[in-house]
């Protein structure tokens, strides 16, 4: 069971009805088929969209709801702030397994003729949870579905702020604890922990022990009191077996790169890459169910994860990421040209967010290509942050001259004067370190000569300027979409 699409209404910055997102879903063979990358400047509503995702599984307290509703544009509130969530996939197959039998009625019923699942929240009831009924073609909510539908699926969120540290602790709901449980859980039945269990009732429980001798003059003590001042009773002590998570809460990690220390007095890079590979390890074990034979669906939500992690590190991470992202699906945001300068994007999603005045707007990069090899780094960022570059330059030089089939200078120039660019800029050619004749060309061919030509020391003296290279830059791209490769 996968997530098929987000649709979100006022939520945040997202404001006005239908903002839709489509997911990319893994394919179980495919490196990247399940990761989608959210990219865009701050304040785009990268982080927001994983915010959507919990408030729809965990809800939120009443008094709470104006957190996320949209703020308009005149400074006042809207009135509701929705989130829906659209799953494919084998989703029979997660109700069997994973949802109490009492309530799987509600879930398989709500399943659509185009076998899916639509599920709603919003604030106008923070704590209700709503299921799509394709019968009545309306949204209602079936008694006592949020703890089963928190069931059906597990989600893990790594925050950019998130104290690393705090994931490798031992805690309930932290990645160690719940992996360090589910293993523990596993255990309880084997030879080795019923031995132990046995040896902790010989020393808390059984009489005869040194230790429970001991506690019984406490015990004795505390009775007679008892005894004297409201009647007669028996008064003992029992202590009953601690849960085998229990042993876990005092663990700590260590790490011995030279010395043996504990990992909260590490860097915050190294602490930090220890928690991603405990969300790895995490990912790929904790959703198995050994008893039921079925792995529970998964979603993986990360926060820039690039932080403090060098740039081989974050190399090793995306590459981790595109294999797990085979079989379940990833989110993830960030700015790192380590995680988008790769041949993988052609297989993942990428999403790009930017500001249009107060509202959050995205575009689905993949839908939406420059060239039949894209996305590239360079149409990233001038999508994303409108930032011109001499790669996406070239890139759209080069394309232009394929598409033109004029491959010498001379030709390429008469080729775009054609198409109404003008000779506006004088380039000198050099000759063993000689400047020769100025020649007018395009604003094209000037940045592109300075771009391959560094040598030209004549030409240093008239550099391009950044509001010329997005000048030439938006010229072509609209040649391009002329000719419409």
């Keep these: 069971m996968f997530i098929k699409s987000l649709c979100l209404s006022n939520f945040k910055g997202f404001i006005g009805d239908n903002h839709k997102l489509n997911f990319k879903i893994p394919d179980g063979l495919t490196a990247g088929s399940g990761l989608n990358i959210f990219v865009g400047e701050n304040n785009s509503g990268k982080s927001s969209v994983f915010e959507a995702v919990n408030f729809l599984r965990n809800g939120i307290k ?22 829906e969530l659209t799953f494919c996939g084998n989703i029979e197959n ?60 597990e989600t893990n969120f790594i925050w950019a702020d998130t104290n690393p540290s705090s994931e490798a602790t031992f805690g309930s709901t932290t990645l160690c604890g719940m992996l360090l449980k589910e293993i523990a859980q596993a255990h309880i039945n084997s030879d080795e922990y019923k031995e132990f269990q046995s040896s902790f009732n010989k020393v808390f429980n059984n009489p005869k022990s040194v230790l429970r001798k001991q506690i019984a003059v406490i015990e004795q003590k505390v009775q007679d009191i008892f005894t004297e001042q409201f009647g007669q009773a028996e008064i003992r002590f029992k202590f009953d077996e601690l849960k085998i998570d229990s042993f876990f809460k005092n663990t700590s990690i260590f790490i011995n790169d030279g010395v043996d220390i504990p990992m909260s007095e590490k860097g915050n890079g190294m602490q930090r890459s220890v928690a991603l590979a405990l969300l790895q390890v995490y990912a790929e074990e904790l959703a198995h169910d050994p008893e039921k034979n ?31 992202s085979k079989t379940k699906q990833v989110f993830l945001t960030t700015h790192s040209p380590y995680f988008l300068a790769t041949p993988y994007l052609n297989e993942v999603g990428l999403f790009i967010f930017r500001k249009n005045g107060v509202n959050n707007v995205v575009e689905n990069a993949s839908l939406d290509k420059m060239f039949p090899w894209s996305p590239t780094w360079g149409e990233i960022n001038f999508k994303a942050y409108k930032l011109p570059t001499v790669e996406l330059h070239n890139e759209l030089y080069g394309v232009l001259q394929q598409e033109s089939e004029c491959f010498s200078e001379k030709e390429f120039e008469n080729w775009l004067n054609g ?54 830059i938006e010229e072509m791209i609209k040649l391009l979409k002329k000719i419409d490769i």
Aim: include cysteine.
């Design 419 to 472: 198409k109404g660019v003008s000779f506006g800029k004088s380039w000198t050619r050099e000759k063993d370190g000689m400047p020769k004749n100025p020649m007018n060309v395009t604003l094209h061919t000037f940045i592109r000569n300075h771009i391959h030509h560094p040598e030209n020391q004549t030409m240093q003296a008239y550099p391009y300027t950044e509001d010329e290279l997005q000048q030439s």
């Design 62 to 83: 009443e008094d709470e709801a104006y957190l996320i509703k949209s703020k308009l544009e005149d400074g006042s509130q809207s009135n509701n702030a929705s989130v």
């Design 94 to 153: 997660a109700i069997t397994y994973f949802v109490q039998t009492n309530k799987q009625t509600a879930f398989t019923n709500a399943i659509t003729n185009e076998k899916e699942l639509k599920a709603r929240r919003n604030t106008n009831s923070c704590k209700k949870l709503e299921l799509w009924d394709s019968v009545n073609q309306e949204y209602s909510n079936p008694n006592g579905i949020d703890a089963p539908f928190k069931a059906l699926f």
């Design 294 to 324: 079925q792995t529970k669906p998964f979603y993986l939500f990360i926060d820039e994860p690039e932080i403090c992690l060098h740039p081989k590190g974050q190399t090793k991470l995306f590459k981790a990421l595109l294999e797990i």
